[in-house]
């Protein structure tokens, strides 16, 4: 092989790997103002002994063709082709293996619900600012993603206040229940 036929081979990847995302977000943005369900991501992952990702897959696409365009001039006899072409794969196979991992994986560990008032009654929350007999205080709880979410506090009917009528800011609390049309959730100390 010459070095212009290495040079095709490296820009039919390049454009396959920009290609198949590209299309994949046309067809996603068409296929909803048209109404048709057409995806050219599987949304499923074959697990082996290398797990098969598409976009994974377009990215080492794009690591093989443009490292291959930029070490072409370099090729010039069989060995050195042979010996770049396997770096060039293994280039690429390791930044397929780190994207699917570090990236591809934890992205859809992620769950992206919001939490609703029935997930958020018997939870731990913490108290940004106290709660006493005569006002509402504000509870923060953490959802799904760590990300810290506050709400209006009331002591519940069943706890009493002791002599200082109150519990104090950084108290951890129970959220006992909720008035889901105030939107008051009712708490009580975690440790009493």
Do not use: W
Not at 87 to 108: D, G, M, N, P, R
Request: hydrophobic share 45%; charged share 15%.
């Amino acid at each position: 092989m010459n070095i212009d036929t290495m040079t095709i081979l490296f820009n039919i990847c390049l454009l396959t790997g920009f290609a198949v995302p590209i299309l994949s977000l046309l067809t996603g943005v068409f296929g909803s103002i048209l109404d048709m369900d057409f995806d050219l991501d599987t949304d499923h992952d074959f697990d082996g002994l290398v797990p098969f990702n598409l976009m994974s897959t377009c990215f080492a696409l794009i690591v093989f063709g443009s490292l291959g365009r930029l070490f072409a001039p370099y090729m010039i006899n069989t060995l050195f082709t042979v010996v770049i072409i396997t770096l060039l794969a293994l280039v690429s196979f390791v930044a397929y293996i780190v994207l699917y991992k570090y990236v591809i994986v934890k992205l859809k560990r992620n769950n992206p619900l919001a939490i609703t008032s029935d997930d958020i009654v018997g939870s731990v929350g913490k108290l940004t600012l106290r709660v006493t007999k005569d006002s509402d205080g504000v509870v923060s709880v953490l959802d799904s993603t760590g990300a810290s979410i506050s709400y209006r506090a009331r002591v519940c009917d069943f706890y009493k206040l002791d002599d200082t009528g109150r519990i104090d800011q950084g108290t951890e609390v129970v959220i006992t229940g909720v008035n889901k049309v105030a939107n008051i959730y009712y708490v009580h100390p975690l440790y009493e």
